[in-house]
Nanobody
Framework: QVQLVESGGGLVQAGGSLRLACAASGRTFGTYAMGWFRQAPGKERVFVAA????????YYGDSAKGRFIISRDNAKNTVYLQMNSLKPEDTAVYYCAADTRRSRPSTLNENFDYWGQGTQVTVSS
């Protein structure tokens, strides 16, 4: 079992930055991959970024490439999403997720078996 709690969302102006954090508890943190997804109103949840157990491998969705950075601190049981150059279209609820069943990080919703409650990010123009 894994429990995930996101924090760090809020309201920011376009061009600004936010850092999301996701604190994990339960199973030993360094033994599973982590990901971030987001869901805008009326739209499906989409992949943002993922990171391997050690942090050595990362994947990004097209909307995140060049602007967002995923990282993890296994000593603190926390994964982060640094979001820079934010745009109004980044407005969404952001979810962190854990994939405890695969050795490599995935980009697919269905491969993540534990989810946080989400944190709202709103980017004003």
């Amino acid at each position: 079992q894994v429990q995930l709690v996101e924090s760090g969302g809020g309201l920011v102006q376009a061009g600004g930055s936010l850092r999301l954090a996701c604190a994990a508890s339960g199973r030993t943190f360094g033994t599973y991959a982590m990901g971030w997804f987001r869901q805008a109103p009326g739209k499906e949840r989409v992949f943002v970024a993922a990171i391997s157990m050690s942090g050595g491998t990362t994947y990004y969705g097209d909307s995140a490439k060049g602007r967002f950075i995923i990282s993890r601190d296994n000593a603190k049981n926390t994964v982060y999403l640094q979001m820079n150059s934010l745009k109004p279209e980044d407005t969404a609820v952001y979810y962190c997720a854990a994939d405890t069943r695969r050795s490599r990080p995935s980009t697919l919703n269905e491969n993540f078996d534990y989810w946080g409650q989400g944190t709202q990010v709103t980017v004003s123009s």
